[in-house]
């Protein structure tokens, strides 16, 4: 289904038939996704999320919700979440350059990448874990979320989930529209 919200900006929430596709269950991941911003003041919205069945329980790529103008792992009342952003880089993208933004989380180590290389890195207390049949959203920061701010500006080109925390290296060598041989268990 394809909706145009109050501020004109379409949303699609679901494709495809009415069963839902089952994810495998996610322990360490990677979230990464090319993108466009066309907004760099927007705050809060997310390009890629995954949510546990429950709704409860979200791992995310989010724009400017603590910090303007920063990237940040998104989560559940910021439970995997550092708060102390403002000394990340400030993103500074024009609406025509793309980006790839990754997240990769290996047990209790979470590192943002930008464009292949390390943006930030943070220790989370506990790692979440995604059972099969958790959700994939794109475009929002998670299906509880209020209307407001919550919701990325720009384009999103490809995103991807993998079931491994996947280096710098190897996300580095990833190319948008192509896959390699580390294959994603989600693809859009």
């Known amino acids: 289904d394809i909706y145009e919200d109050a501020?004109?900006?379409?949303?699609?929430?679901?494709?495809?038939p009415d069963r839902r596709a089952s994810t495998p269950t996610l322990h360490?991941?990677?979230?990464?996704?090319?993108?466009?911003?066309s907004d760099l003041d927007q705050r809060g919205g997310s390009v890629l999320?995954?949510?546990?069945p429950d709704g409860r329980q979200f791992d995310g790529i989010v724009f400017g919700e603590k910090a303007s103008r920063r990237w940040m792992p998104g989560s559940d009342q910021l439970k995997r979440t550092a708060l102390g952003q403002e000394s990340w880089p400030e993103e500074t993208a024009s609406p025509d350059e793309v980006v790839?933004?990754?997240i990769a989380y290996r047990g209790k180590s979470v590192i943002l990448y930008r464009n292949g290389a390390v943006y930030a890195t943070t220790t989370i207390g506990q790692a979440a874990i995604f059972p099969s049949g958790s959700s994939v959203i794109i475009g929002l920061r998670y299906m509880g979320a209020a209307p407001r701010g919550s919701r990325f500006?720009?384009?999103?080109?490809?995103?991807?989930?993998?079931?491994?925390?996947?280096?710098?290296?190897?996300?580095?060598?990833?190319?948008?529209?192509?896959?390699?041989?580390s294959r994603p268990v989600v693809w859009f």
Not at 49 to 52: D, F, S, V
């Open 49 to 52: 999320t995954l949510e546990h």
């Open 28 to 37: 360490d991941k990677t979230l990464v996704a090319w993108v466009r911003l």
């Open 153 to 181: 500006h720009g384009s999103i080109l490809d995103a991807r989930i993998y079931d491994v925390a996947l280096s710098e290296a190897e996300l580095s060598a990833l190319k948008p529209n192509s896959v390699d041989d």
């Open 100 to 102: 790839q933004i990754a």
């Open 7 to 16: 501020d004109g900006l379409f949303h699609m929430i679901k494709c495809g």
